[in-house]
């Protein structure tokens, strides 16, 4: 008997097929504006904690309790301190990397800036940062080396080029006087955000300028999945009871990013929210035309012996028909657009790529595939369609054959 409920269910959704087309379409068109939105955020979030955050200051760092206060290079710590085997051999840490953070005053002639100094790992720390791409004059650094690398910014407001030299001025280790002449082996593009203002050094030539042999700042931990990153955070914690270092995430280290995540998440899910206000009043308007145009229909199958819980599940049948549709379309003609922006991220110019650029983010533009993403936003459509349907249930329970023949 179900089955033919069914059947009738089917059939009378086709008796008028412009309602059930405007129905489906409304579904699809929602729920792929809804889906491709979702996909670019989140896709965003994860290409910019992959690119920049793993690179400037990695999914997690080990740094000494102190240095989360105060970032000084007298809260330091001693590498040989810290244990750095175990924790590369946690699985999903994909890399450990030692670094040196501090500044000093940089001039030449006349000109003189307070510059950042970074102390990198040539052998790692140039695919991490993907300094390969953004060289534009000179070579990169190896691990022995004593020349710097600076941005084209700097090399612009210093008027220096490949070649010649800054003299640096600043605090080391414990007081003592931190002076060097460094010539530039390489220009690099950071055209906005804090790279923009840094010098790269090798790590043992930023050990020695300092006066703090065998001493880092910070290790910048990397992950292979970002899912993973609490259970990971928990076993490296566990390695550092005891010590005073701390393992702190990057959302602990950078609460401010996080806080633009989160606010750009919600402006999303308010975009979100009016999209599904179309979806849910195109459902409600097909659910209120399909009762009064068929309320004398539903009054005779009534009286002839018809029970309202049957015809009840005759009506859900055809709603949930019509939602399920439209959601496997939606979904169908969403996943091949947001499939090749996946593979194929569009690299973004003019104002908005300048806007990227100063937040310290790479400008391109791209699509996820997330799984949940298609599953909580297609039982979202179907959740509203349950809701809406309550319009159905509570007029047939409430049916009078006699009156609604009468109409």
Known sequence: MKKQFLILAWRNIWRNKRRAL????????????????????????????????????????????SYVDEKILDNSIVTAEVPVGTIESIKGVTGVHPRIQSGALVSTGVKSKFAAVLGIQPSSDIELLKLSHKVRKGTLLEENDTGVLISEKMADYYKVSVGDSLIFMGQGYQGYTAAGIYSVKGILYFPAGDMSNSVLMSLREAQRFFVAPERITNYLINIKNSKDLNAI????????????????????????????????????????????????????????????????????LSAIGLQNKDLLFITLSELSI???????????????????????????????????????FEPYMGTGLFVDVFAMNSLSVLLIAALTSGYMIVKIVHLNALEAMKQ
């Open 22 to 65: 405007l129905t489906i379409s409304s579904i699809v068109v929602s729920l792929f504006f809804v889906l491709f939105m979702r996909q670019m955020q989140y896709w965003t979030y994860d290409f910019n904690i992959k690119n920049t955050v793993s690179g400037s200051i990695g999914y997690l760092q080990i740094t000494d309790t």
């Open 233 to 300: 955070h928990t076993q490296i914690e566990e390695q550092l009871t005891g010590t005073s270092f701390i393992a702190r995430t990057w959302e602990e280290v950078l609460p401010g990013l996080k806080q633009g995540f989160e606010i750009d998440a919600n402006s999303g899910l308010l975009i979100s929210g009016i999209l599904y206000m179309i979806v849910g009043f195109g459902i409600f308007g097909t659910i209120v035309m399909l009762y009064n145009e068929r309320r004398f229909e539903f009054g005779v």
């Open 322 to 360: 019509l939602t399920l549709i439209g959601v496997f379309i939606g979904n169908l003609l969403s996943f091949p657009l947001l499939y090749y922006l996946n593979r194929n991220p569009i690299k973004l110019g003019g104002e908005a790529a300048n806007a990227m650029l100063e937040q310290g």
